[in-house]
């Protein structure tokens, strides 16, 4: 199950993308904190304008260095920041480098996105914490200041949608990016070191996760430089592609 957010006239709405028809199913409720009820409104989807799948109830919150080829002996070892939702934003909106910083870098990362409140939560139940997965764009500003690098506005593209599906194996997903068309990443989360469900269980151990929260998972090698003019397009197998054009302020 495909879940997206669409941008329409009277506000944001949930919807689930009927593949058979290629067409979107109005929900009811926001289905991170209530049913997955359809109400029978349809939308083409060639009509439909994407938005972020979701703007994170208060954090996003990232790891660094869990594809590194000499890796820490454990996840505290880890390099982990937080990114706050006024980074979020969606398919095709433009990603607009700070005014401190010129020089940006992409990054493509699986993103889990939180269902249920988690606290100190072991490797072996943090599944049932989890709602979904979606693809994240991990932008960061060059620049000493690791909070601004990481959290200026649009510094996290999140999309196309949230991908629900209990057959889906998060631990060996193609992952792949592009810049303007060249290949830049080809990885697999099959090669990161602590898989997602220890990311999600070490970083419960420092924050309280809430429904909506996201979780980015850490980029495979081949993140470069981006500027304006660019445009970054990331996949993850079985989830989908998220587009971002890079524009001057």
Request: net charge negative.
């Amino acid at each position: 199950m495909k879940i997206a957010r669409l941008g329409l006239d009277r506000g944001p709405r949930y919807a689930v993308l009927d593949e058979d028809s290629d067409e979107f199913v109005l929900l009811s409720d926001d289905p991170l904190f209530g049913s997955v009820t359809p109400t029978g409104r349809r939308l083409p989807a060639d009509r439909a304008r994407l938005v972020s799948p979701m703007i994170p109830r208060s954090k996003v919150v990232g790891f660094a260095g869990t594809y590194d080829e000499e890796p820490c002996a454990a996840p505290a070892g880890l390099t982990v920041f937080l990114k706050p939702n006024t980074a979020v934003i969606g398919p095709g909106d433009p990603i607009v480098p700070p005014a401190f910083a010129d020089r940006l870098a992409h990054g493509v990362e699986l993103a889990v996105v939180i269902g249920r409140v988690a606290k100190d939560c072991p490797v072996e139940r943090a599944g049932e914490a989890i709602f979904g997965y979606t693809v994240a764009n991990d932008v960061t500003a060059q620049t000493r200041d690791v909070a601004c690098a990481k959290g200026f506005d649009t510094a996290c593209p999140l999309g196309p949608w949230i991908t629900v599906d209990p057959g889906l194996d998060p631990t060996d997903l193609a992952i792949r990016s592009t810049v303007n068309g060249a290949p830049a990443q080809d990885g697999s989360s099959a090669d990161m070191v602590w898989n997602v469900f220890e990311l999600v269980s070490y970083a419960s151990m420092a924050f309280t996760l809430l429904p909506g929260d996201v979780v980015i998972t850490g980029a495979p090698p081949g993140c470069g430089p981006v500027k304006a003019g660019d445009r970054v397009e990331i996949t993850i197998e079985g989830i989908g592609t998220l587009s971002n054009p890079v524009v001057r302020a």
